[in-house]
């Protein structure tokens, strides 16, 4: 039976999780023989990263990850965590930004700041980002970034349905080129990933019931 061909998200997703296996592995142990294992694990993950398309060259690729590992629980390698935020107004329009950086267009979002619950890094990132003020109704999606092939960096997307309760549209001087509010029938393009979570944001907006979304476990999990 004739497999498919790995393709560059598969070839990613591979390699972030040999990268993390092996630097968790030499936080962890002072093992002269060991060590040298997990550093030729890192030197397999940084070719097939750079096969998926990185920009480093292998080499720069594993010094760049050798300088990142730590010792002990701080050595543990995990994935990053952001939080975004599907916030709706009294007309049933979803609020988009524009990143400055890329063009693309997406629900507010930004990476977890410690010292602030998940939610409330949801209200300060809309407030900067938008100008609007809002509240936090419920959590909807657990998104991981990696397997949805919308990140090259291990995430995970903590996605929360947030309603407006005020103050007026004001893009971020640095982080958005625009900001608006926008129906489902008058969505800008381009628009991040909107077949993931489109069809969950406008339910929740909508009043609906809507159950969390997250990745159904794989079996096994490394196979697309």
Not at 84 to 104: E, K, M, W
Not at 169 to 194: I, K, M, R, S
Request: glycine share 10%; proline share 6%.
């Amino acid at each position: 039976m004739d497999r498919p061909a790995a393709s560059e998200v598969d070839l990613l997703r591979w390699s972030e999780a040999l990268a993390g296996i092996a630097r968790t592995g030499l936080g962890f142990t002072d093992n002269l023989y060991e060590r040298e294992r997990f550093q030729e694990v890192l030197a397999v993950a940084a070719d097939m990263r750079h096969a998926a398309g990185h920009d480093l060259e292998p080499d720069t690729l594993v010094d760049e990850w050798m300088k990142s590992v730590g010792s002990g629980v701080p050595g543990y390698v995990t994935p990053k965590v952001a939080v975004g935020a599907v916030v709706g107004d009294d007309r049933g329009r979803l609020l988009l930004v524009q990143r400055a950086d890329s063009g693309i267009w997406l629900y507010p979002t930004g990476w977890a700041d410690v010292g602030y619950s998940a939610a409330e890094v949801v209200l300060k990132e809309v407030y900067e980002e938008t100008g609007i003020e809002c509240e936090v109704v419920r959590l909807i999606a657990v998104l991981d970034g990696l397997r949805l092939g919308f990140t090259r960096v291990p995430l995970y997307s903590l996605v929360f349905h947030c309603r407006a309760i005020g103050s007026d549209l004001t893009a971020h001087p640095l982080e958005t080129a625009d900001v608006g509010w926008f129906g489902e029938d008058e969505l800008p393009e381009p628009l991040a990933g909107y077949p993931q979570w489109g069809d969950l944001a406008f339910a929740a907006i909508r009043g609906e019931p809507v159950e969390v979304r997250f990745d159904r476990p794989r079996t096994p999990p490394w196979r697309a």
